[in-house]
C-alpha cells in the first residue's frame, strides 16, 4: 500500500513552497503512484485535493510552455496525466471554480509560450461534463474575436490566434448539440485527431487562412489534394470550395490554378471510395448550410460511378444484341428477295436507306448468304464502294457538328457507345 501522505501529498506541497526540488524522475514515480490512488475510489477525493494547487497553474496556462527545462517538463507531464484521470475535475471547473471560458481563452492567447495545442487539450478534458453555459454567448464572443482577424486583419506575430477560436467554436457547438458525455468525447476527439485536415474546412468556410503559413487558397487547395490521407475526406472540401469560388474574387492565373486544383479533386473523388467519418462533425461545425452546399456539390460517389458504368456497360450489350438481330433478320429478307428474282438495283435502294455502319453490317451478311449467287456477285463491288462513300460523307458531317467528340457526358457515353460498335474508324471489307 502507498503511504498517501509520505509518496505523494508531502513531496508536492514541499514542491509549491521551494519549486524545483523535484527531479524528472521523481515526477515519473509520482505520476506512477497518483493514477495507482486515483483507481482506489475512497482515495480519489484526496488526492483531488492536494492537486489543486496544480491543477490552478493548468487551466491558467502556467507551465504550459512549448520550450521548458527537463524537470519543468516532466513536472507539466504530470499534471496533464493526473488532471486528464481525476474524475473531479470537471465538476471542480464548472461549479467550484466557476469558470469562464472566454476569459480563459484570452488568458490562453495571452501566455507566452503557449500554443493551441495544450488549449485544445484541456477543451477535450472539459468535454467530459455537462457544462452549465450560455452557448450563443460564448460563440458570438468566438465569431467577434474571428471578424477581427479576419475583416480587420489584426494578428499576433507569435502564434496563430485563430487556432484557438476555431477550437472554442467546436467545442461550443458539440456541447451544445448534446448532453452525452461519451459522444461529446468522440467527437472532440475527431476534431483534435483531424485537425490538420479540419483546419482547411474552416479556411474555405470563412475566406481566411486557418492554422497555417500557406499564402492562399489555390496552395491549399493543391496541398489538400495532393495528401492521400485526406482523399477519402475530399467531398466535404470539395463542396464549400465550389460553392464559394467567386467570393475569393481571384483573377488571372491564379483563378486558373485554383479552377485546376478543384479538376483535380473532381477526378481524385471519383478514384476514391469516400469515408462518411468526419461527416457528423462537419455538419455540426458548419451548420445547415454546409449540409445544403454538399447536396448541391455533391460529385457521384465512388461506387455510384461503378454502379453507372455497369449499368452503362450492361446497356450498350443489350443494344449490340438487339441491333445483331435486326441486321440477320434484314439481311435474310433481302437475300430472299435476290434468291426470288427482285432485281439488284432495288436491292441496292433498300441498302442505302440505312446508316453507312447498319449498310455495312448488312451487306456483311448478304455475301454470306449469297456467295453462290452470281446476280448478287456481279454487283456487290459496286454497292460496296457505294456504301463506304457514305460512310466517309458521314463522318465529314460528323466532324463539322462537333471538333470534341465526348466534351461532356452524353458524349462520352456516345463515344463508349460507338467504341464498342466499330463505328470510330471506316470498317475495311474483307
Known amino acids: 500500500m502507498i503511504d498517501f501522505y509520505h509518496c505523494i501529498k508531502e513531496p508536492l506541497e514541499n514542491e509549491l513552497k521551494s519549486p524545483g526540488g523535484l527531479k524528472s524522475y521523481d515526477w515519473i514515480n ?32 502556467r507551465g504550459c510552455r512549448t520550450h521548458m ?24 471547473i464548472w461549479q467550484e471554480k466557476n469558470l469562464d471560458i472566454c476569459k480563459l481563452t484570452d488568458m490562453w492567447i ?26 450563443n454567448v460564448i460563440k458570438n464572443y468566438v465569431f467577434e474575436r474571428l ?3 479576419i475583416v480587420e486583419n489584426q494578428y499576433r506575430q507569435d502564434k496563430d490566434v485563430s487556432e484557438f477560436y476555431c477550437s472554442l467554436h ?22 483534435l485527431d483531424h485537425w490538420v485536415f479540419i483546419r482547411y474546412m474552416y479556411s474555405v468556410m470563412m475566406g481566411h487562412i486557418i492554422g497555417s503559413r500557406l499564402a492562399n487558397i489555390v496552395a491549399m487547395a493543391n496541398v489538400v489534394e495532393n495528401t492521400p490521407g485526406y482523399a477519402p475526406y475530399l467531398h466535404l472540401f470539395y463542396a464549400p470550395l ?60 465512388y461506387r455510384e460511378l461503378e454502379s453507372e458504368i455497369s449499368r452503362i456497360k450492361e446497356g450498350m450489350g443489350n443494344t449490340i444484341s438487339i441491333l445483331n438481330g435486326q441486321i440477320q433478320e434484314l439481311a435474310e429478307k433481302l437475300s430472299n428477295a435476290v434468291k426470288a428474282s427482285v432485281p439488284i438495283d432495288e436491292i441496292e435502294t433498300e441498302l442505302m436507306k440505312f446508316q453507312s455502319r447498319e449498310a455495312i453490317e448488312i451487306y456483311k451478311q448478304l455475301g454470306t448468304l449469297l ?43 456516345q463515344q463508349q457507345t460507338n467504341h464498342a460498335l466499330g463505328y470510330n474508324s471506316p470498317i475495311g471489307l474483307a
Open 242 to 301: 465550389k460553392e464559394r469560388f467567386e467570393q475569393f474574387c481571384l483573377r488571372g492565373a491564379k483563378r486558373d490554378k485554383l479552377l485546376a486544383a478543384i479538376k483535380k479533386i473532381e477526378k481524385k473523388m471519383q478514384e476514391t471510395e469516400r469515408s462518411e467519418e468526419l461527416d457528423e462533425l462537419c455538419e455540426l461545425l458548419f451548420s445547415k448550410k454546409f449540409l445544403e452546399m454538399l447536396e448541391r456539390n455533391r460529385p457521384k460517389s
Open 110 to 135: 495571452d501566455a507566452e509560450g503557449v500554443d493551441a495545442n495544450a488549449y485544445k487539450r484541456l477543451l477535450k478534458c472539459l468535454t467530459q461534463s455537462a457544462m452549465p453555459a450560455n452557448w
Open 170 to 191: 467546436a467545442f461550443c457547438v458539440i456541447m451544445e448539440s448534446s448532453s452525452d458525455e461519451e459522444r461529446n468525447g468522440e467527437l472532440f476527439g475527431k476534431f
Open 30 to 61: 509520482l505520476q506512477g503512484d497518483a493514477l495507482k490512488y486515483l483507481a482506489q475510489e475512497q482515495d480519489k477525493e484526496k488526492l483531488h485535493k492536494v492537486m489543486k494547487p496544480y491543477y490552478e497553474e493548468l487551466i491558467e496556462a
Open 371 to 413: 456467295v453462290a449467287n452470281p446476280a448478287w456477285q456481279a454487283r456487290a463491288q459496286s454497292i460496296r464502294d457505294k456504301i463506304l462513300d457514305k460512310q466517309r460523307q458521314e463522318m465529314t458531317i460528323s466532324m463539322q457538328i462537333t471538333a470534341n467528340a465526348g466534351a461532356n457526358v452524353n458524349g462520352i457515353v
Open 147 to 149: 471578424k477581427l482577424i
Open 69 to 92: 527545462p527537463n524537470e519543468s517538463y516532466s513536472r507539466t507531464m504530470f499534471v496533464w496525466e493526473v488532471f486528464e484521470h481525476d474524475p473531479y475535475v470537471p465538476q471542480w
